[in-house]
């Protein structure tokens, strides 16, 4: 059997993964159905973006298993909905045990969708302002930084933006390496 690359692990059922996933099937599911894959829905964008800050200083299985509280307690992240959320909201959301209750991270959800909510009449869409996050590695798209990535050491890599045709805050494009077709 060939050696397996730094970071990477076989799962429960054979298949390498990150070393990180292979310890809890919550995790082993979240890597292989979202992990690195990228998302062009603003409404799953923006969830995305709000667990995120709420894992900070936290274990993201936290998270994850908090998950279907936090969209119970934040309108589906409705980014509308979660943008005109007030001080009873952030009240209701302090004394919810089922999801992360730290002011902070709740008034920076709630600003968050404010500044989604405007990001969106500039860009077009949240998505598309996110977009140079997400990185074309060899004609696959990839994000985050994946165990896997050393395979790919070596390979073009293209940063691009959205496709608007005129500028905005969203459309840098830069790339690194010999890239083709951009």
Not at 19 to 48: M, N, Q, T
Not at 68 to 90: L, Q, S, T
Not at 163 to 178: A, D, L, N, Q, V
Request: hydrophobic content about 40%; aromatic content about 10%.
């Amino acid at each position: 059997m060939a050696r397996l690359p730094d970071g990477v692990k076989l799962g429960p059922d054979g298949r390498p993964r990150c070393g990180w996933c292979v310890g809890s099937p919550d995790y082993v599911a979240y890597h292989d159905r979202e992990w690195g894959i990228p998302v062009h829905d603003d409404h799953r964008l923006f969830e995305k973006l709000c667990l995120e800050g709420f894992q900070a200083g936290l274990s993201w299985l936290t998270i994850l298993r908090k998950r279907d509280a936090f969209r119970a307690a934040f309108a589906e992240f409705d980014i509308d909905a979660v943008a005109n959320f007030g001080p009873a909201d952030v009240a209701r959301l302090l004394g919810d045990a089922g999801i992360v209750r730290h002011r902070g991270k709740i008034e920076a959800a709630i600003g968050n969708a404010r500044a989604a909510r405007d990001l969106r009449e500039e860009c077009g869409s949240l998505a598309a302002f996110c977009a140079p996050g997400w990185v074309v590695v060899a004609g696959a798209v990839w994000a985050g930084s994946c165990a896997l990535w050393g395979a790919f050491s070596g390979l073009p890599l293209a940063f691009s933006a959205c496709s608007s045709s005129t500028p905005c805050s969203c459309s840098p494009r830069r790339t690194r390496g010999p890239t083709s077709g951009s």
